[in-house]
């Protein structure tokens, strides 16, 4: 599939509202002369200036990509993008990337205001993007709200990214059952657990329902949690980053555009 010609301004896409990807620039640590406090406001004291310098000259000083990194050929890429995106997911844990499939998931809710955190992915295949949560938790009650949301990805040892967008449907009890028995003792506990999102009273609180969460898990391991429920997303979008030392990154972006996939580079 040949890449656009025309670069030309058009309409925004159904995911126009994008996460930035990190520029990934490293800065020279430097001192500096703090700016001054507004008008009004509360002297600093000179321990909490030192400790902002020093925060700051922390995060320009260091250092990104001092590893070789692998090349990507844009002209190479399928035409569809779930094939690519489950190489690289491959490669980023041969790479030894920690823990490849977690994600970003951003979501908003009635009024348009955003949240994000981090979970598992738990497939990717021709429908979308699988991922799960109660119902009843922050996520669940935003999609329920407005079912669009945003999935980042983050491999640093290879410099590469992934962003995927688009709505989000909730599976039906069964796939969703299935989906939460076939992980791990401990994922069933966490779910018997339940409650999420919800105001905790003290750790004790949640070391008491998390033992008898276990004990039930191991007792039980088919045991039904109602409100667990799969999500899918289904990409409008997918975008592919592939960092490079000289900073001439490579953004590779999947566009859906009448039932087929429009490819197109983007400047980094």
């Known amino acids: 599939m040949p890449f656009r010609a025309s670069f030309a301004a058009r309409s925004p896409a159904p995911c126009a509202h994008r996460r930035t990807l990190p520029g990934m620039t490293d800065h020279p640590a430097r001192r500096e002369t703090p700016d001054p406090a507004p008008a009004g406001s509360p002297a600093a004291h000179p321990a909490d200036e030192d400790g902002a310098r020093a925060f700051r000259e922390l995060l320009r000083g260091l250092r990104v990509w001092d590893t070789e990194l692998p090349s990507f050929d ?3 890429a399928p035409d569809d993008p779930l094939p690519l995106f489950r190489q690289w997911l491959r490669e980023a844990a041969e790479a030894g990337v920690t823990e490849p ?3 970003t ?3 908003a809710d009635a009024a348009g205001a955003p949240s994000v ?3 598992m ?3 990717a295949d021709e429908r979308g993007w699988h991922f ?5 938790s922050r996520k669940g009650r935003e999609l329920r709200a407005r079912p669009r949301a945003a999935l980042g990805f983050y491999w640093p040892a290879v410099g590469r990214q992934v962003r995927v967008c688009g709505p989000v449907t909730a599976a039906g009890p ?3 059952a299935a989906d939460l028995h076939h992980r791990s003792t401990g994922a069933l506990a966490a779910a018997l657990v339940g409650r999420q999102s919800e105001v905790l009273g003290s750790v004790e609180e949640l070391a008491r329902a998390s033992e008898a969460a276990w004990e039930r898990a191991r007792r039980e391991p088919e045991a039904p ?3 667990w429920t799969l999500y899918v997303l289904h990409p409008e979008e997918v975008e592919f980053f592939q960092g490079d030392a000289q900073r001439r990154h490579v953004r590779l972006n999947y566009r859906r555009e009448g039932g087929r996939w429009v490819r197109e580079l983007l400047w980094p």
Do not use: I
């Not at 799960?132 to 009843?136: E, I, N, P, V």
């Open 117 to 119: 955190r981090t979970l």
């Open 101 to 103: 499939h977690t994600m």
């Open 105 to 107: 998931l951003a979501t």
């Open 174 to 176: 069964e796939e969703s």
């Open 121 to 123: 992915l738990h497939d």
């Open 132 to 136: 799960a949560s109660h119902r009843g």
């Open 74 to 76: 844009p002209a190479a």
């Open 225 to 227: 949690v109602p409100s």
